[in-house]
């Protein structure tokens, strides 16, 4: 059997409130295989996005360790992290995160060209072709529908060809014909790139597509049964 190609060992994470201390996650351990779709779903306030986070080194953890493409990213500084993602994983967020003052191409772009790819615009072109903005590509944000700016995200994501997908909530902020789309797209590149995909989602029908779907409750992984009945709540 081949190694996962991301592995969580005994995470928590704890943070400082108004409150005093919270405990975010409690004692996550999880593998998760090449090529695969897992959906965390669960309750808000669960620790779906904390734990998204914390795989693409977005958050560290308090205690546990995180290992990507077999490399232990736990310890790994802020720019040590900002180049492992930049070379191998993608991530989408609720929030499409563009950059205002830059045409939808050049978004796309920005990203291969600090990756030093030669063919940057090139390839950001072919992206935005491939989620049906060809035409868009000189448009900004504030020119474009929320769901067109999803897609602009959704190419970024892609054009760095990651081996990683994350996505939290992306279709959230989007009506329910919108976010169909999105989510055809999202499983469209991961096919097109072979990537393995992980994302957080309250939306059933996206839990649904996905190969495993595990059920976060109070900071800690449900049991398998329980996921499975409750992952369309």
Do not use: W
């Amino acid at each position: 059997m081949s190694d996962p190609i991301l592995s969580l060992t005994d995470i928590t994470l704890s943070l400082d409130g108004n409150a005093g201390r919270v405990e975010i996650l409690k004692g996550i351990s999880l593998d998760v295989m090449k090529g695969e779709t897992v959906g965390l779903v669960g309750p808000s306030g669960s620790g779906k996005s904390s734990l998204l986070m914390l795989m693409g080194g977005l958050d560290r953890a308090t205690t546990g360790r995180v290992r990507v493409l077999g490399q232990d990213i736990t310890d790994l500084n802020e720019d040590a992290l900002a180049r492992f993602r930049r070379d191998h994983m993608g991530v989408v967020f609720q929030s499409f995160h563009l950059i205002p003052t830059m045409t939808a191409l050049e978004n796309v772009a920005t990203p291969l060209e600090l990756a030093g790819a030669e063919d940057a615009f090139a390839r950001a072109g072919a992206e935005l072709a491939a989620v049906g903005l060809g035409a868009r590509a000189s448009h900004y944000p504030s020119q474009m529908s929320g769901g067109e700016q999803q897609r602009v995200a959704l190419a970024r994501a892609a054009a760095v060809r990651p081996e990683v997908l994350l996505a939290d909530e992306p279709t959230g902020n989007l009506d329910g014909s919108t976010g169909q789309a999105i989510m055809d797209l999202l499983f469209g590149l991961r096919d097109r790139h072979g990537a393995t995909l992980i994302l957080v989602t309250h939306a059933p029908e996206l839990a649904e597509r996905c190969d495993r779907v595990i059920r976060l409750e109070d900071g800690r992984i449900a049991p398998e049964d329980r996921a499975e009945a409750r992952a369309a709540e």
